[in-house]
């Protein structure tokens, strides 16, 4: 698809950017409108990923995958509460999807794969995958499986990563107990940030657009207003390292022991998606 301007960014876009806040038209804050039939065939597109989450969990070793798809979408829907691209019924699929793929010890895995098969940072740990399912049946009448699922977080060392903090600022700020508080963790967020504005994967790497944007928007949910100099110098720093195609430059990563992966496109989609949540939250309106 062709680019275009995207509002008062500075940022060049296609003309429809899936799962971003919302996923819709807004002509007088982004300067163009998303036609009907565009964002219908993506969120065709996009729930075509559902078909096959109502088989039975594969007892065959390396062959039970969490679904990725079915668990963002439930994360979506948890975040933007008044969405419709996925209904109740399909959000009710995706929790008992969830429920046949939890573990006995209550947490949730991408797959049992070898590490090779499963690289940082979008499969980077069984933490990350339990948080994501944590926040995805937030609202599911799943409470049993939500417990083992707290259970098995309390007695887990936190991971280091950004995406670890992030997403435990995100699953608090959407599931967590308001009395507690959220600054915490927000500042362990902010106090990981670069000196060009961006965050990076790991403490002391270099900024990516992966690592930016979810930063930017976990932030955004939890509140943090977008006018704060951190969240515009991570703005910026988004700005100003977007490429002509409409992407962010990202470098694969591996779990220890793996070799990277050689080709980049797949964390150059994850990167390019969470770099465009990120503005799209971040951006003043």
């Not at 940030?193 to 002391?204: M, R, Y």
Request: contains cysteine; hydrophobic residues 40%.
């Amino acid at each position: 698809m062709a680019l275009r301007p995207f509002g008062r960014t500075g940022l060049n876009v296609t003309p429809v950017c899936v799962g971003t806040s919302p996923l819709a038209g807004m002509p007088e804050l982004y300067g163009y409108d998303v036609p009907a039939d565009t964002l219908a065939d993506a969120v065709k597109w996009t729930k075509t990923r559902l078909d096959r989450i109502d088989l039975p969990r594969d007892p065959r070793p390396g062959w039970s995958t969490l679904s990725t798809p079915a668990l963002y979408l439930a994360v979506m829907a948890v975040a933007v509460p008044k969405q419709d691209a996925v209904t109740a019924d399909e959000l009710k699929r995706i929790a008992g999807h969830l429920a046949r793929h939890q573990e006995a010890d209550g947490s949730w895995a991408w797959s049992s794969a070898p590490a090779q098969n499963r690289p940082p940072p979008v499969f980077e740990s069984d933490e990350i995958a339990t948080r994501w399912a944590m926040v995805a049946l937030a609202k599911a009448d799943t409470g049993e499986a939500r417990a083992k699922g707290a259970a098995w977080l309390t007695k887990t060392k936190p991971s280091d990563t950004t995406q670890a903090l992030a997403v435990r600022l995100l699953e608090a700020a959407l599931t967590g107990d308001p009395a507690r508080g959220l600054k915490p963790l927000t500042d362990q967020v902010l106090g990981r940030q670069n000196a060009d504005g961006g965050w990076g994967q790991l403490a002391g790497a270099a900024s990516d657009g992966y690592a930016t944007g979810q930063v930017l928007y976990a932030l955004a949910l939890a509140r943090v207003p977008s006018d704060r100099a951190e969240v515009r110098r991570g703005v910026a720093f988004l700005v100003r390292t977007q490429k002509d195609d409409g992407s962010w430059p990202m470098t694969p990563r591996a779990n220890p022991g793996a070799h990277p992966a050689k080709n980049p496109v797949p964390i150059t989609y994850f990167g390019s998606a969470w770099a465009t949540l990120g503005l799209m939250r971040s951006v003043p309106k």
